[in-house]
């Protein structure tokens, strides 16, 4: 018995250091709500959290991770509380939604906080009473995506403001020119037309006709002066547009002249740069072909735009947005090129770091797959051939277990299967074609009655044709059909309505159905991949396929979005762009 007592403790020894050591970030609690005491980490934990064992273990987790108090906003604590007592609660796993819960930073004085994302998962390990004995509570640090995506949008919103401010700009320039006509011809455009209908205002028509002869005496000044010296018209340009990076160059690709913005970014004074080829601040990075193109566009008196990679004059890189205009003589043939950008480099900087982060998930998601596809065959083959060897011998319970682990390692397969599919998207090339919709969505129909048995009316109205991937979009359409009908499926008399329409340059595109529905408070979750709205136990799924739907449609230049009402139906819509 002596012996006995020694080999278990040795092997819960063995157990507790194999936990500690495991790559993933874990802590056991205690279910002792409202304390949840700290029973053990894992090293990984420890590590992302900067804390130590001892300085953790048997303490509350919510007095060794509070809130952030500099956040008035932050509510980490109060949405894993509701997700711990969910667990105790159901007995069953809780997935939570991202959240923001800041970590404390043992290296600064006062105990400062640092900005933290997590993704958690909270699991009950129940005992022989069927009572949850320990949580076990798992994350994974999204911290650096999140950032990344922040960091993008705020650069988007300043784009877009950007933008809004030189509309402005130029509705004012526009309505200063409508105005310098309205003098010119002494009249405006509706007093002009009503003067012409009127026979006897013969004095005000000759006056009219002097305004259109000093309309064009001006612009002919203007043009003239415009062709003998451009340097005026570039000063005007700079001093309305003092932000943007301005220069001249002649068709030779000699600089003739810049503003204050393009010394700034490329580290020479007006004076180095004036006189020298273009290329002094060539990088290098571009093809032949991309530069043999920029020139063949210009010298045939076309805009160019594109984003260009710059060298500075300390060697370092920076990008661009760049739109190259030719002036072009009486013979249409350009004399002069004005070249205005903006800089872009923080945002290729974060797209850099974004292409990054999707290649290390394609990776992963790889390696993923080809790490449990071997040992999901061999479970599957093994419970196969004890059903087959020894099913007999078993009770009833026996061979439904068996029958669970062949089930749950086919969904499990079914899963790699999706985050493949889902990862490949992102280098599949689109090909598009004319696609006639009802012809698809008959081809669609035929696939899904293959591998589901259902009683749903499928009411197809006549469908506007499109331009689009025809194999993506038939995957659309089958995972938003599917959807329907098994959403639908417990009711009486399930329906499923197809329908398009056109407006605006695009094509909307509409699957509703009268099924379960869902809750609208949660429709930001519908298109995120591994995100249900339905447990597994009410409607079968992976949590793939509508992620799935939204990368092939963003990937077209479209949008979709979901409309819904619990037990009232879903209505999802699509828009494709028609050009």
């Known amino acids: 018995m002596e012996l006995e007592n020694k080999s278990r403790e040795q092997a819960e020894i063995n157990f507790q250091t194999l936990f500690e050591a495991i790559p993933g970030l874990f802590l056991v609690l205690k279910p002792n709500a409202p304390y949840f005491t700290i029973l053990t980490a894992s090293n990984a934990y420890l590590k992302a959290t900067m804390t130590e064992r001892n300085k953790i273990t048997g303490h509350g987790l919510f007095e060794v991770f509070p809130d952030n108090p500099d956040d008035s906003t932050a509510t980490g604590t109060s949405n894993l509380k509701k997700s711990l007592e969910n667990v105790i609660k159901n007995k069953i796993a809780h997935t939570m939604a991202l959240q923001k819960y800041d970590i404390q930073r043992p290296d600064i004085d006062g105990g400062g906080f640092e900005e933290r994302y997590w993704s958690p998962l909270n699991t009950p390990v129940l005992n022989k009473k069927n009572e949850v004995e320990y949580i076990i509570h798992r994350v994974e640090d999204v911290t650096e995506f999140e950032l990344l995506k922040k960091k993008g949008l705020e650069e988007l919103n300043v784009v877009n403001a950007e933008l809004e401010e030189k509309s402005l700009v130029l509705e004012s320039k526009r309505k200063r020119i409508n105005n310098i006509l309205t003098v010119l011809l002494g009249y405006t455009t509706m007093d002009f037309s009503q003067q012409l209908k009127v026979g006897d205002k013969a004095d005000e028509i000759d006056a009219i006709a002097k305004g259109i002869n000093k309309l064009g005496e001006e612009i002919q000044i203007f043009t003239l002066r415009l062709k003998e010296n451009i340097n005026e018209l570039s000063d005007y340009k ?147 051939i004890m059903k087959e060897d020894y099913g007999k011998m078993l009770d009833e319970e026996g061979n439904r277990l068996l029958r669970a682990i062949q089930h749950n390692a086919k969904k499990m397969g079914d899963l790699i299967d999706d985050l493949l599919a889902f990862s490949r998207l992102g280098k599949k090339e689109i090909t598009k074609t004319n696609i006639n919709m009802n012809e698809l969505i008959k081809r669609v129909l035929i696939d899904i009655n293959k591998s589901t048995f259902h009683n749903t009316k499928i009411n197809i109205a006549t469908l506007h044709k499109v331009k689009a991937d025809n194999s993506l979009l038939h995957q659309v359409m089958f995972n938003l059909i599917s959807n329907a009908i098994k959403y639908s499926s417990k009711k009486e008399q399930p329906v499923v309505e197809i329908s398009s329409e056109e407006k605006e340059n695009e094509i909307f595109f509409t699957i509703k159905d009268n099924g379960a529905g869902f809750d609208m408070r949660f429709v930001h979750k519908l298109f995120g991949v591994f995100q249900r709205l339905h447990s597994q136990g009410e409607f079968d799924g992976t949590g793939v396929g509508l992620a799935i739907v939204k990368r092939i449609i963003v990937r077209h230049g479209g949008k979709i979005w979901a409309e819904g009402e619990v037990d009232k139906g879903a209505i999802f819509r699509f828009a494709l762009p028609i050009n």
């Open 238 to 384: 700079f001093a309305l547009d003092e932000s943007d990076i301005v220069a001249i160059t002649n068709t030779k690709g000699i600089i003739t002249k810049v503003n204050n913005k393009f010394c700034d970014i490329s580290g020479y004074s007006i004076e180095e740069l004036i006189g020298q080829d273009h290329r002094i601040i060539n990088s290098g990075y571009h093809s032949k072909e991309f530069i043999r193109d920029l020139w063949v566009t210009i010298a045939n008196g076309k805009i160019w735009k594109g984003d260009i990679k710059n060298k500075a004059k300390n060697g370092t890189y920076y990008w661009v947005d760049t739109t190259i205009v030719p002036f072009l003589d009486e013979q249409g043939k350009p004399y002069q090129y004005l070249a205005i950008r903006a800089d872009i480099t923080e945002r290729k900087r974060t797209e850099e770091q974004l292409q990054a982060v999707n290649n290390e998930l394609e990776a992963f998601s790889y390696s993923v797959s080809h790490d449990l596809r071997a040992p999901l065959r061999a479970v599957d083959g093994y419970a196969g």
